[in-house]
């Protein structure tokens, strides 16, 4: 089953998606992860994506469609994915549907993240991630800090900010490309009827983990 992630950043889509891979055991696919790898391993591929994401801007098709089309092809995601920021624009989603259709596969739910945008300005700001690239862990200063500060739970890495979430520029940037490019995607994919819109708010008492626990229900 391929399930996929969509919803403005902040939103909790890697919490989500990692909770659901865990249940799950289908990889979470995040092309945000896998550049910061590549980033931190300081790779061609690296290198190329860091001048696009650094500035918040949306890495190049050229180089983001067939690193995707890879990784789906790898032995562990032949079950299933989750994929957890690609598509991005209707041009991917097309792609995308090319690339699974050459499989006998397509999207099979599309879970949309809806918080308030107040709120997200908030939680990018304080979020910490882990500067492990095979851990990963993500927190936020004030809904879920680490228990020691600056220290990651899971590994006991350094907790570090991300370069893009450093700065209001570089963060309303990454939501206006989202509302003009990534938006439209909610319409694409409920016109094949496979959309469950699913808020996250910290008013409603509704975390990611919440999300995660209903729609697993929804797949099993
Ligand atoms: P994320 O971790 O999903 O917020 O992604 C971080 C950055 O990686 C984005 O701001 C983009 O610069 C880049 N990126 C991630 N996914 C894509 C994609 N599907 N297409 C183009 N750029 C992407």
Known sequence: MILLML?????GKGTVAGILSQK?????ISTGDIFRKNISEKTELGIEANKYIAAGNLVPDEITVP??????????????????????????????????????????LVINLTT???????????????SNQD???????????SKVEGICDKCGAKLV????DSNRESIERRLAIYDEKTKPLVDYYSAK???????????????????AEDVYKMIV
């Open 7 to 11: 919803g403005a950043q902040g939103t």
């Open 24 to 28: 799950t055991g289908w990889p979470q």
């Open 67 to 108: 690193m995707v089309k890879a990784r789906l092809q790898e032995a562990d995601a032949k079950e299933g994915a989750i994929l957890d920021g690609f598509p991005r624009t209707i041009a991917q989603a097309e792609k995308l549907d090319e690339i699974l259709a050459e499989s006998n596969r397509k999207v099979d």
């Open 116 to 130: 308030p945008r107040d709120e997200i300005i908030t939680r990018i700001l304080n979020r910490r991630v882990c």
């Open 135 to 145: 851990c990963k862990a993500t927190y936020n200063l004030t809904m879920h800090p």
């Open 161 to 164: 900010q991300r370069e893009d």
């Open 193 to 211: 009827g496979i959309v469950t819109n699913q808020e996250v708010s910290e008013r409603i008492n509704r975390l990611g983990k919440d999300v």
